[in-house]
């Protein structure tokens, strides 16, 4: 079965991009997992305190809180919320291919992959944000025709015809959601097709290999909660000496201010780090088994190929050429010539049209046994169009036979 043989080859795929340890390559990746869900965000919590309703004439505790004077303050927040969490959104679902193009390039350029697939994440978005609202709708109604009744009091029956309302609403929502970014978005990138092109391209392989994409479902939903198990241990021992030593610093003068500056953002980027191996081998294994059931939307075929051994391979995933083109991107990175994102200062076409160091005539190859287009001495020809090894009399011999 697919799903279950793409575990272990999920591992090597992972292996072969994040090895060996490239530290500017994992905080970009650590930026793109914070916005495409590295990092689960709650919504505010606005609590009042308790006071008692005061009729007319009566004394109002003073601390007591008029509600009618917080709305207009709880509207701008919801709003100012709403429009953040939005935003957030969009930007996480341009990111989606940003990512996307990075496993199948094995190479991360955030700004190169954001900005050739502005329009699928703005499509992405959209889809989300509709399947966010039917969802919400589907929930919200019961519940607001549970409380909004006029009943004295909102029996466990209702309750509980509101849970059973909620419990297949929420599964069908995380499926959907789940399907949509592991498999359409490749998909829509593969195909360069529209959400809803890609949903219906992706359902004959979804309806023709159904028991794979459940199987895969369920062990997902499993490894993720091992995952998060042990991240959690991991991040409990790495946080120990951060903790204390920022524990440390809160009492010395001057630099209060700056431990609270310096402490969120640097927890936040260790949690980002720790699951970069993790989401990066979920979305292989996701990959590969889209690959095993529709050759045609396999977005990863030379990974795959390595990591089993396929034909022209060698066993590695990258070919001379490319390992040759990260040597010369490693060495711009240390000198400082590559910009923060990894877009290449210079462009493939300048490198490839670069004339060979040993060709002095920027045209072929000064092996004896070429022939140039015209002959001449080596000292007048300077290179430019004969060969500069052979005899006056050879190109003279030459010039007679070709009819020149």
């Not at 004959?204 to 939903?221: D, F, K, R």
């Amino acid at each position: 079965m697919y799903a279950l043989d793409d575990l272990s080859d999920a591992i090597d795929v992972t292996r072969e991009f994040l090895t060996p340890i490239r530290p500017w390559m994992w905080l970009k990746l650590a930026l793109l997992l914070f916005f495409i869900g590295g990092v689960g965000f709650g919504n505010p919590v606005f609590s009042g305190g308790g006071g008692g309703v005061s009729d007319e004439g009566t004394s109002v505790d003073p601390g007591t809180v008029d509600v009618g004077e917080l709305l207009p303050i709880l509207v701008v927040v919801t709003v100012a919320v709403l429009l953040v969490g939005l935003a957030f959104l969009l930007v996480g679902s341009i990111f989606e291919f940003t990512f996307l193009e990075s496993l199948r390039s094995g190479e991360v350029h955030v700004r190169r992959y954001t900005k050739r697939n502005v329009g699928h994440g703005v499509q992405l978005f959209g889809f989300r944000v509709v399947l966010g609202l039917i969802a919400l709708a589907v929930i919200g109604l019961p519940v607001a025709a549970v409380f909004l009744s006029g009943s004295d009091a909102v029996s466990l029956a209702m309750i509980g015809i509101v849970i059973l309302v909620a419990i297949p609403v929420v599964l069908a929502y995380a499926v959907i959601s789940r399907l949509t970014t592991v498999f359409i978005a490749p998909t829509m990138l593969q195909e360069d097709l529209g959400v809803v092109a890609a949903w219906k391209r992706f359902w004959p392989t979804l309806s023709g290999n159904w028991a794979e994409y459940i199987v895969y479902l369920l062990l997902v939903w499993l490894l993720q909660l091992v995952f998060a198990f042990a991240i959690g241990i991991a991040l409990f021992i790495l946080a120990i000496p951060i903790v204390i030593v920022l524990f440390v610093l809160l009492f010395i003068p001057f630099l209060n201010l700056l431990v609270l500056l310096v402490a969120i953002p640097l927890l936040v980027v260790l949690v980002l780090l720790v699951q970069v191996p993790v989401v990066v081998y979920l979305r292989y294994y996701a990959l590969l088994l889209l690959g095993d059931t529709d050759a045609d939307l396999d977005l990863i075929p030379d990974r795959r190929d390595a990591v089993r051994g396929g034909p022209g391979t060698g066993g590695s995933w990258e070919t001379p050429d490319s390992r040759a083109e990260d040597d010369r991107r490693d060495d711009r990175d240390d000198l400082g010539t590559d910009d923060m994102w990894g877009d290449d200062s210079e462009s493939f076409d300048s490198r490839w049209n670069e004339p060979d160091s040993d060709d002095s005539s920027g045209w072929g190859d000064r092996d004896e046994s070429d022939s140039g287009v015209g002959g001449g001495d080596s000292d007048d020809d300077g290179g430019g169009w004969g060969d500069s090894s052979g005899s006056d009399d050879d190109d003279d011999d030459r010039d007679d036979r070709s009819g020149w």
